[in-house]
């Protein structure tokens, strides 16, 4: 059974730092490119990130270029999001996502059950 | 960017009627690279229809995926109770990956 589990979140004030994690489980991690989307409260889905299968190709969103920074640990199952310089609007859910393949572009077939970061004084 | 609109953003149905939901983009979806998920309060997202039209794995065959170029469409024959949800489209033909707005089907 896949299973993708994020942790990192929480409240955190305009201007800092959060380091989001997701472990995964249930198949082979380095066979597919991985992904981070966001939910702002009440709101619909957007794509944050995605990083390929062996971090060659990564892209993010206009909204998080500079600040934010996708990586992976494949020994260890793992998926990463450093978000530096947070902002009021990137007060969100944050999904962890698996990519239906190799590459970078994607459709997502598993997603974990999000972690949510607010950003607020 | 491929901007996705969905319409309408609300419907209100009830069970056992058929729903046509349409996901219009901005520009030429290539290789019918487009996805369309289903999100119910409370969860996350499940991929319903990726590449146009293939099920993924555990969705029921009342749901297809259909279109071309500019205009999709996700269409459910016979909505069960447990379909009244968000229905999302998504474009993975370029980069940016992009969502549209979203359409709520809801209980009439």
């Known amino acids: 059974e896949v299973q993708l589990v994020e942790s990192g979140g929480g409240l955190v004030q305009p201007g800092r730092s959060l380091r989001l994690s997701c472990v995964a489980s249930g198949f082979t991690f380095d066979d597919y490119a991985m992904h981070w989307v966001r939910q702002a409260p009440g709101k619909g889905l957007e794509w944050v990130s995605s990083i390929n299968w062996n971090s060659g190709i990564i892209g993010y969103a206009e909204s998080v270029k500079g600040r934010f920074t996708i990586s992976r640990d494949n020994a260890k199952n793992s998926l990463y999001l450093q978000m530096n310089s947070l902002r009021a609007e990137d007060t969100a859910l944050y999904y962890c996502a698996k990519g239906i393949g190799m590459g970078r572009l994607g459709s997502f077939d598993y997603w974990g059950q999000g972690t949510l970061a607010t950003v607020s004084s | 960017e491929i901007v996705l609109t969905q319409s309408p953003g609300t419907l209100s149905l009830s069970p056992g009627e058929r729903v046509t939901l349409s996901c219009r983009a901005s520009q030429s979806v290539n290789s019918n690279y487009l996805a369309w998920y289903q999100q119910k309060p409370g969860q996350a997202p499940r991929l319903l229809i990726y590449?146009?039209?293939t099920r993924a794995t555990g969705t029921p065959d009342r749901f297809s995926g259909s279109g071309s170029g500019t205009d999709f469409t996700l269409t459910i024959s016979r909505l069960e109770p447990e379909d009244f949800a968000v229905y999302y489209c998504q474009q993975y033909s370029r980069s940016p990956l992009t969502f549209g707005g979203g359409t709520t089907v809801e209980i009439k």
């Open positions: 590449d146009l039209s």
